[in-house]
Structures are given as structure tokens and as C-alpha cells.
């Protein structure tokens, strides 16, 4: 079937880049698999209006108001196969079904890596945490562990007192220098060495298990996983940008790829990943796209 713009993700980007172009009265055809990258939260913060409210909600009623334009068309599953060029994109959906369209804008969002800690997966989004813009105004000001994954761990760590006293896991990970030392002691944040073998605890309790035995009691665990972009669409040929957390698609200010034709917005377009900052930069890959429509690629 043919369409002016297909749009892979259903999400909270893609639906706002959806609702532009159907405003444009253009043709969209939004893919979605289902996997909202925030689906393991029970609510989303930090989004002007919507503070609170269970992210399946947000992206229900979006959808609902999205398909309401004539012009939108939905189909539930996974991208397959994808091929071509500008103004003639093919998309090849699992079930067989295959889509053309003029221009492709990619909104699926990333994988989530998690470390290989006991516990931490059945926990996520729930005591275990990302974004303390998100979740960590929650935690009321109680006790809050970061386990090192990556480097930008003491960084974070150095953040988080303002929403609680905070320790430092180094988990055999991290080694810190001289002026790391000194800013987290400056913010009163205690170091503890030590493997992290295990998150446990039943209901609202949380504990940090280490290797040695010792055990931490927290409220909420803070823990930055590597992030993967879907083999799909780096065989696809777009740029990307490396940063300590993975790869995400590296797009100029009107949300474009190295690939013309194609936009990219949300977490996959993005190194700083919220549902505010998602539709802020769907919004604009939508608009970008349908100047295109309008004017030619390049304008």
C-alpha cells in the first residue's frame, strides 16, 4: 500500500511526528511493535500536563486522538525488510504485508542492555532507574544507591543528592580519580567498593547485595544499561553518533539522517531519553518532514 510518510514506532515520537503530517492532511502509516522502551514504569514525570500518569495512558489516548485523522493508518508488528530511497521507501512488515512511502521517519526507540546483576530486570522501572528527572523526585528524598556500569557513573552519583542521600557502588567497575574523589565528597556521597552480585528484597524493600556479602538498604537504585540501536536500521546505511551509553542516529536540527529522506526522532535520535524531550522531537521530524513533501529534500 502506498503512503506519503511511514513512520516506524507508535510511540510517544512517532505519534507526535504523526499528528503533524495528518494536520498537513498528508498520508502516514504508523508501524508499532508494541515495546515502548518505558513500558516497565508504572508512571511518567517531567511532561508538561501529563505529570503522573502511566505512560501506557499518554500513549493510548495520543493514539486514539492520532487515528482519529483520516489520513493515519496503524499497523500492529515488526519491521521485516527495509529498502529503497527517497519517494520510493519500502517497507516489509513480518506478517508479509508490504508499504511504500515517499519518506521515512524511525521512532522505535533502543534496546536497553542490563547488566548481568541478580534481580535488577524484575525491578526495573520500579526501584531501579535511568533518569532521576523521571523517577527520582519519588523517592522522596530517602536512601539511593548507584551501581557503576559505565563511567558516567560518578557523574550521575554526583547528581543525585538532590533527591536523596546517595552511595556510590564502584561494582569492580570504576576507578575514580583524584577530582572525582574530591566532587563526590563535596556532595556527600559515599563510596563503596565492592562487586554488586544482586539486587532482593520482597514488596517496597531493597537491597544491593555484594560480592562479599554485605548488604545495602535503599529506596531506589539508579543504573545506566548500554543501549543498542535495532540491526534493521543500522544496515540501513544511517549515521550514528558514539557516546559512553552506545550508538544513537545522528540527525541536524530539523531531526534528518544521513540518509535523505529519512528522519529519525525520539530515544533513537537522542542521547537523553524522556517522553517531554520524545514528542518535542517528534514534533519536529514531523514538520521537517512534510517541508520536504512540500519544497524537495534539501529545504
Do not use: K
Amino acid at each position: 500500500m502506498q503512503h506519503e510518510v511511514i513512520i516506524i514506532g507508535g510511540s510517544y515520537a512517532g505519534l507526535s511526528a504523526a499528528l503533524q503530517l495528518a494536520r498537513a492532511r498528508r498520508t502516514v502509516l504508523l508501524v508499532d511493535s508494541g515495546q515502548r522502551r518505558n513500558r516497565f514504569a508504572a508512571t511518567s514525570h517531567g511532561f508538561l500536563g501529563r505529570d503522573g500518569t502511566s505512560p501506557a495512558q499518554i500513549a493510548d489516548e495520543a493514539r486514539a486522538q492520532v487515528l482519529a485523522y483520516p489520513g493515519v493508518r496503524w499497523a500492529d508488528g515488526t519491521v521485516a525488510q527495509l529498502h529503497g530511497q527517497a519517494d520510493a521507501f519500502e517497507v516489509t512488515l513480518a506478517d508479509g504485508s508490504v508499504h511504500t512511502g515517499r519518506r521515512l521517519i524511525l521512532a522505535m526507540g533502543l534496546v536497553d542492555r542490563l547488566p548481568a546483576i541478580a534481580g535488577l530486570a524484575e525491578r526495573w522501572g520500579r526501584q531501579a532507574f535511568v533518569c532521576p528527572y523521571c523517577h527520582g523526585y519519588e523517592l522522596h528524598q530517602g536512601r539511593i544507591g548507584v551501581v557503576a556500569t559505565t563511567a558516567l557513573a560518578a557523574h550521575q552519583a554526583s547528581m543525585l543528592p538532590d533527591w536523596g542521600a546517595t552511595q556510590l557502588f564502584l561494582n569492580d567497575t570504576l576507578v575514580l580519580d583524584r577530582a572525582q574523589h574530591a566532587q563526590l565528597q563535596a556532595r556527600g556521597v559515599q563510596v563503596v567498593p565492592g562487586a554488586v552480585t544482586a539486587l532482593q528484597g520482597e514488596g517496597d524493600l531493597l537491597q544491593v547485595l555484594l560480592r562479599d556479602g554485605r548488604t545495602f538498604a535503599l529506596d531506589g537504585v539508579f543504573i545506566t544499561p548500554q543501549t543498542e540501536i535495532s540491526p534493521l536500521v543500522a544496515q540501513f546505511g544511517c549515521g550514528t553518533s558514539d557516546g559512553p551509553l552506545g550508538s544513537h542516529l545522528a540527525v541536524d536540527a530539523m531531526q534528518a539522517t544521513t540518509v535523505p529522506g529519512v528522519f529519525a526522532c525520539g530515544d533513537i535520535a537522542s542521547p537523553a531519553a524522556s517522553v517531554a524531550f520524545a514528542v518535542a522531537s517528534g514534533a519536529m521530524a514531523g514538520v521537517a518532514t512534510h517541508r520536504t513533501l512540500m519544497f524537495g529534500l534539501g529545504h
